[in-house]
């Protein structure tokens, strides 16, 4: 196959244009980076960001893990249980789940990320309403959970059942889109390292959610970050919780998968 | 790196590539009188000079919404010799003030530790005002760089 | 409002103790605008205090360039064992408080 990248000129609109010969996207199976090469969002940012999300008390991400964890054992719904009623540290215990998933649900045949899980258990075992996406209440619960899988690898499983999204997934980025024509691959595979304007082209592992970004001034999704991505591309995001968004949360775990999980990270 | 001008920012904050047309002039940015007359106010006919004053703020930022300041007067900080008040100012910022710090000999040390927003990139000014009444000044020139990827909401 | 406070649990009499402090809350500068080009409305927290044994030993105005979820860090004395307490208000005067006790020997 060939590839040729001739690459990230920036002009004055702040336009990064690929010219491109040769085609991609045949099946992947082997990382497209080196696992010598992985770097997580955190090797691109600042000293001083990079102290922050090291500093356990001054990340202000840690608001929401302390939020979700004050949610964790607050009782909720016609049921009136906890997600402590069912999770302990002993019994199906959330340590390293998060680093399983996405993930395909059971009893649906569905891939689902965190954000879903924690509705299903909602909606299955305490009859409570869903939280909505991006909710505060809902990062707060995505981000204690996460937390609960900080310094392990991804694991999630991409045969099987799952198979058919991470498939998915991985069309998904290596589509082209938007009026760039850019496909996830073209700034994250091709280019990480080079320069974007003022900023360093990451790896785009998603590594580091629900992440506090000092751009949104909050903590936020990968969900948030993928619907940046779409628009930084002039594509239509997609909604919040789309299936094309999990399916590609699946191929971003196994393409990141010598990483570990960062929940809370801290982002420009 | 190239210092970002306003009038380049509004154009970046377009995000890559798409054009802003502000319509409404708002005032982003104060003016360095509106700096004088911020510092007239809290110390109304003083003088200062530089010295005492420690200020740290990373020489480059990459984002402005959350830059960390440290500021340490050199004081004993006893009944007899102690820093009542340390404040930020902002020449670029659409408001001068950024923070007014109130201290005494409880403090101990006179140290403090935020994180702040900044406009663009300036010399960020920390006064420190003395029981005794003089005033003591400490700058910080900080570059501020503005991301890529933007987020528009 | 989630807040976290950094306190030593216990410090000798005369020591100068370091005190962190963290608070969510958006800061919302008031100089933003929407997608519809609407203004959003400034709302911060103004005044952040703490009192110990009795005293303000340490009292902040934050003004619109504090960024969002303000941290604050500083010292004071260790004078008695007891309570400090901290002490937020926003700009309509609604207080949020935390404690935190200290021993001192």
Redesign the interface.
């Not at chain 1, 609109?13 to 990064?16: E, F, K, R, S």
């Not at chain 2, 377009?14 to 054009?19: I, Q």
């Not at chain 2, 480059?60 to 984002?63: G, H, I, Q």
């Given at each position: 196959m060939t590839l040729r990248a001739v690459i990230a000129s920036l002009i004055g609109?702040?336009?990064?244009v690929f010219t491109i010969t040769g085609v991609v996207a045949q099946s992947p199976t082997e990382r497209a980076i080196d696992d010598a090469d992985l770097k997580s969002g955190y090797d691109f940012?600042?000293?001083?960001?990079r102290a922050?999300q090291d500093d356990d008390?001054?990340n202000?991400g840690?608001?929401?893990v302390?939020?979700g964890a004050a949610l964790f054992s607050e009782k909720a719904g016609k049921n009136d249980r906890a997600c402590t009623t069912c999770h302990t540290d002993t019994v199906r215990s959330i340590k390293g789940a998060a680093a399983r998933y996405p993930s395909v649900d059971e009893k649906t045949g569905q891939l689902i990320n965190i954000e879903q899980r924690i509705n299903l258990c909602r909606e299955r075992h305490q009859q409570a309403e869903p939280l909505s996406y991006e909710s505060e209440d809902l990062l707060a619960m995505t981000a204690y959970v996460a937390h609960q899988s900080r310094g392990q690898p991804f694991n999630a499983k991409t045969d099987g059942t799952a198979q058919s999204h991470f498939e998915a997934g991985r069309d998904y980025y290596y589509a082209r889109k938007g009026q760039?024509n850019l496909a996830c691959h073209h700034c994250h595979e091709w280019n990480w390292g080079q320069m974007?304007?003022?900023?360093r082209l990451s790896q785009g592992h998603g590594n580091g959610y629900p992440a506090y970004r000092?751009?949104?001034?909050?903590i936020g999704s990968l969900h948030?970050r993928l619907r940046?991505?779409d628009?930084?591309v002039?594509a239509e995001p997609l909604p919040f919780g789309a299936q094309e968004y999990v399916d590609l949360e699946l191929y971003l775990a196994w393409r990141a998968s010598r990483l570990t999980l960062e929940t809370p990270s801290v982002r420009? | 790196?190239s210092m970002i001008t306003p009038d380049r920012r509004g154009?970046?904050l377009?995000?890559?590539?798409?054009?802003v047309v502000q319509l409404v002039p708002i005032p982003l940015r104060a003016e360095p009188e509106d700096l004088e007359r911020a510092v007239r106010e809290s110390f109304p006919g003083k003088t200062y000079q530089e010295g005492r004053v420690t200020l740290k703020i990373?020489v480059?930022?990459?984002?402005g919404?959350?830059v960390?300041l440290d500021v340490e007067v050199d004081s004993p900080m006893t009944d007899e010799d102690h820093v009542t008040s340390i404040q930020i100012f902002s020449p670029e910022n659409p408001l001068p003030n950024i923070a007014k710090f109130y201290l005494g000999p409880r403090a101990g040390r006179a140290r403090v530790a935020t994180r702040i927003r900044l406009a663009d990139s300036q010399r960020v000014l920390a006064l420190a005002e003395m029981n005794d009444g003089t005033l003591w000044a400490g700058y910080a020139k900080v570059i501020v760089?503005?991301?890529?990827?933007?987020?528009?909401g | 409002m989630?807040v976290?406070l950094?306190v030593p649990q216990s410090a000798k009499r005369g020591d100068v103790i370091e005190i962190?402090t963290?608070?969510?809350h958006?800061?919302e500068s008031g100089f933003r605008r929407d997608a519809f080009g609407e203004v959003i409305p400034r709302d911060i927290l103004k005044e952040f205090r703490c009192v110990y044994d009795g005293q303000t030993v340490f009292r902040a105005e934050l003004f619109p360039a504090i960024?969002?979820?303000p941290?604050i860090t500083f010292h004071t004395v260790a004078t008695v064992s007891g309570e400090l307490e901290f002490v937020w208000t926003d700009q309509n005067g609604v207080v949020t408080r935390e404690t935190a006790s200290i021993e001192v020997t």
């Open positions: 609109a702040g336009v990064l940012q600042s000293e001083d960001t922050l008390f001054a202000p840690f608001l929401w302390d939020k760039m974007l304007r003022g900023d000092f751009e949104w001034q909050t948030r940046n991505c628009k930084g002039r420009r | 790196m154009f970046v377009g995000g890559a590539g798409a054009l990373p480059l930022s990459e984002n919404n959350s960390p760089t503005i991301a890529a990827c933007i987020d528009l | 989630t976290r950094s962190k963290l608070i969510s958006q800061m960024s969002a979820n941290f």
